[in-house]
């Protein structure tokens, strides 16, 4: 008598909760990405330059947007041609990772971590931008003689839009 009576319990939570996927339907069609303006990744370049010569410093300055890819780029007169390509990787691997790259420094030390792959690098000047909780973008920053005068002036390049970003509607 017991048993018939767990069957039908049993079924009855099977049929109850149910087991089909979400229809696609009730999904919207269209995804709304806030984006960062080439007006605005353009002062974020000039004063992150500025920041850095400022103390004396020539560096290369990248910022990309949401997918990586860069809006603007700059090398002060003086900073080597490498410069470009460390300053991308960085602003890469922060917008990619959403962190400071000055917190992953030490992260992934193994060989073949994800660390290794070609186009990030795990030193300080690799900063994400936001704006109204979204990431929108990333600087980065290579030149100067430490990763920390790098982010300094990251830092320093987005703050000169911080009312903008914290303000903004998305």
Do not use: Y
């Not at 602003?91 to 030490?106: D, G, I, K, L, R």
């Not at 193994?110 to 030193?123: C, E, I, N």
Request: proline share 5%; hydrophobic share 50%.
């Amino acid at each position: 008598m017991r048993k018939p009576f767990l069957i039908a319990a049993s079924l009855a939570a099977v049929v109850a909760i149910p087991s089909f996927p979400v229809i696609a339907a009730d999904l919207p069609v269209i995804v709304k990405i806030p984006r960062l303006t080439v007006e605005a990744s353009e002062k974020i370049a000039r004063a992150t330059l500025d920041a850095c010569r400022k103390e004396g410093i020539q560096i290369g300055v990248t910022v990309v947007d949401r997918s990586g890819d860069a809006m603007v780029v700059m090398r002060d007169t003086l900073a080597p041609r490498i410069t470009l390509e460390i300053s991308q990787q960085k602003a890469n691997t922060a917008v990619n990772f959403n962190a400071a790259t000055s917190t992953m420094e030490n992260r992934f030390t193994q060989p073949f971590s994800v660390g290794k792959v070609d186009g990030l690098v795990f030193s300080a000047g690799g900063i994400p931008i936001e704006a109204a909780g979204n990431i929108i973008g990333a600087v980065g920053v290579s030149g100067a003689a430490t990763g920390a005068q790098d982010e300094a002036c990251a830092r320093a390049g987005i703050q000169s839009i911080q009312f903008e970003l914290e303000t903004a509607s998305l």
